[in-house]
């Protein structure tokens, strides 16, 4: 079976909860003041002051979350195809929390250029 590939935001809402490609350009951006928490491999907490996103064709944006630094490093700016599980439904921001409604996101399997290096 193949999986499917996500090129604009118009794609995503059928695809929510299942394996994709996602295809794009792979920005990082910088959340300071704020630092991002997030568990490593191991199991122990690290924090980050970068999140990187996936803007597709459309200009749509989904959320990767704290990536390895090796990978922001080979990727940043460069057209990628992203391979993870599609969480397009995420249930809206209270209003009485100061916070835009949340990105649909990625859970990576794997990040690969599109063009060679």
């Given at each position: 079976m193949s999986i499917p590939v996500v090129r604009i935001g118009a794609e995503l809402e059928m695809l929510d909860g299942q394996v994709v490609k996602a295809v794009g350009t792979y920005l990082v951006t910088s959340m300071l003041p704020h630092l991002a928490i997030y568990k490593r491999p191991d199991g122990s907490l690290a924090e980050s002051e970068t999140i990187v996103y996936l803007r597709l064709k459309d200009k749509t944006v989904l959320d990767l979350g704290v990536r390895p630094?090796?990978?922001?490093?080979?990727?940043?700016?460069?057209?990628?195809?992203?391979?993870?599980?599609?969480?397009?439904?995420?249930?809206?921001?209270?209003?009485?929390?100061?916070?835009p409604d949340p990105l649909p996101l990625i859970f990576v399997e794997s990040v690969e250029a599109l063009i060679s290096e």
């Open positions: 630094d090796e990978e922001i490093s080979r990727f940043d700016a460069k057209d990628v195809a992203v391979t993870g599980r599609l969480r397009a439904k995420l249930p809206p921001i209270p209003q009485d929390r100061a916070a």
